[in-house]
């Protein structure tokens, strides 16, 4: 049986049009109706199902030779599909942004259109049967989630995209195929928790991509998360494990609330206060690794939002590219020191498309140099 339900969406003070929906969390509010997806079980058990949303295509480009000591970027033009709105932060602007930067890639790269079939028990190593099956019904439909996490027709297809992406690359990384790997997608997925959407996440990528690293072996994992907003639904997913350590180094103030310090107690938050610039992050990241370091982690994810930049709309953090470049390359020192380099960055948020742009750059480079500090600054007061 359809349910009806309704939610209010509300509309900024600095926005004009009225005939447009506002994503920011404002006032002139404006009701929005959406259906609400039949409850009853599909007719073919879910756990048999398998998606390729997307038709396979030919690779983009070879840059490199196919050797494990090449950085693997998967990234899918088809994922501008997934279009919430012309006023949406979390817009297909995004993909066009990236396009520069993609094209310009230095040698050693292999930059690939992800292929690997989604299953729905990959969906399930972290998200409730209940809330699968809720997503696969709005496949090919329009609606919202909740008040800022927005459906179009692709918005589903996208994000088990997304999902077979991150999996991708972590199963490239693990049987030794590519020595690091960015997986360069949309929608994010942090915010996602077990059971619900959030904060334009659908599926929590970076969350299946380590409990998919746990499946294939890895004993212990660790998710940093350095988008500038605490990434609640991967330390919800695993607030009970001892088996994944989550970081999350963000502005305090944002969204999501911060953490009861009792609730998440396992896991490590470090919230810079507004106007935080590169040697605030990078000393709030050394005090993660530092924490880290103990816990020997046998392979590492990073939820890679780069909306902490000082030119990001989103947030009131000064990080520089530079500042990015940095951290990336001393998650990689460590990753080399403590997991044999087995490290995979996975696309969250960046809202300003120069700044995400060269973010996405500066990270690659990183990923590929021959060492990890190759053509990187250090912060200022270090130099
Ligand atoms: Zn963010």
């Known amino acids: 049986m359809l349910r009806m339900w309704q939610f209010i969406r509300f509309r900024r003070d600095s926005c004009t049009d009225s005939s447009r929906p506002c994503y920011y969390g404002c006032y002139n509010a404006r009701a929005v109706t959406v259906k609400q997806p039949n409850d009853a079980a599909p007719a073919m058990p879910l756990r048999q199902q398998v998606f390729h949303p997307l038709p396979p295509r030919s690779t983009l480009r070879y840059a490199a030779s196919r050797d494990m000591s090449h950085t693997l970027i998967l990234f899918d033009p088809d994922l501008a599909k997934h279009d919430p709105g012309p006023e949406h932060p979390e817009s297909p602007w995004r993909w066009g942004s990236l396009g520069p930067a993609l094209r310009a890639l230095p040698p050693g790269?292999?930059?690939?259109?992800?292929?690997?079939?989604?299953?729905?028990?990959?969906?399930?190593?972290?998200?409730?049967?209940?809330?699968?099956?809720?997503?696969?019904?709005?496949?090919?439909?329009s609606g919202a989630l909740d008040h800022e996490t927005v459906l179009s027709a692709g918005s589903v297809d996208?994000?088990?995209?997304?999902?077979?992406?991150?999996?991708?690359?972590?199963?490239?990384?693990?049987?030794?195929?590519?020595?690091?790997?960015?997986?360069?997608?949309?929608?994010?997925?942090?915010?996602?928790?077990?059971?619900?959407?959030?904060?334009?996440?659908?599926?929590?990528?970076?969350?299946?991509?380590?409990?998919?690293?746990?499946?294939?072996?890895?004993?212990?994992?660790?998710?940093?998360?350095?988008?500038a907003h605490r990434g609640d639904g991967t330390q919800e997913i695993f607030a009970a494990r001892n088996d994944v350590l989550?970081?999350?180094?963000?502005?305090?103030?944002?969204?999501?609330?911060?953490?009861?310090?009792?609730?998440?107690?396992?896991?490590?938050?470090?919230a810079l206060p507004p106007g935080s610039d590169d040697r605030a992050f990078i000393e709030a990241l050394d005090g993660a690794l530092c924490r880290a370091d103990g816990f020997e982690p046998e392979f590492i994810v990073v939820s890679a939002g780069f909306d902490g930049h000082e030119d990001d709309p989103m947030s009131d953090l000064a990080i520089t590219t530079n500042g990015y470049a940095q951290a990336v390359a001393r998650i990689r020192e460590f990753a080399e020191e403590h997991c044999h380099g087995r490290l995979v960055l996975?696309?969250?948020?960046?809202?300003?498309?120069?700044?995400?742009?060269?973010?996405v750059a500066a990270s690659i480079s990183v990923l590929t140099a021959k060492t990890a500090n190759d053509d990187v600054q250090p912060p200022e007061g270090e130099r």
């Not at 690939?112 to 439909?141: C, M, N, Q």
């Not at 059971?195 to 212990?220: T, V």
Request: charged share 20%; glycine share 10%; hydrophobic share 50%.
């Open 346 to 359: 996975i696309l969250e948020g960046g809202y300003d498309g120069a700044a995400l742009a060269a973010c």
């Open 109 to 141: 790269i292999e930059l690939r259109v992800p292929t690997r079939l989604v299953r729905a028990e990959d969906l399930f190593l972290v998200h409730s049967w209940g809330y699968v099956a809720r997503i696969l019904e709005l496949r090919g439909k």
């Open 158 to 227: 996208a994000a088990l995209s997304a999902v077979g992406a991150a999996i991708e690359a972590v199963d490239e990384v693990i049987v030794g195929k590519a020595r690091n790997a960015f997986a360069i997608v949309r929608p994010p997925g942090h915010h996602a928790g077990h059971d619900r959407a959030g904060g334009y996440c659908i599926f929590n990528n970076a969350a299946i991509a380590m409990a998919f690293a746990l499946s294939r072996g890895m004993r212990r994992v660790l998710v940093l998360d350095i988008d």
């Open 246 to 270: 989550v970081a999350s180094i963000h502005q305090i103030g944002l969204f999501p609330a911060e953490p009861d310090p009792a609730g998440v107690s396992e896991h490590i938050n470090f």
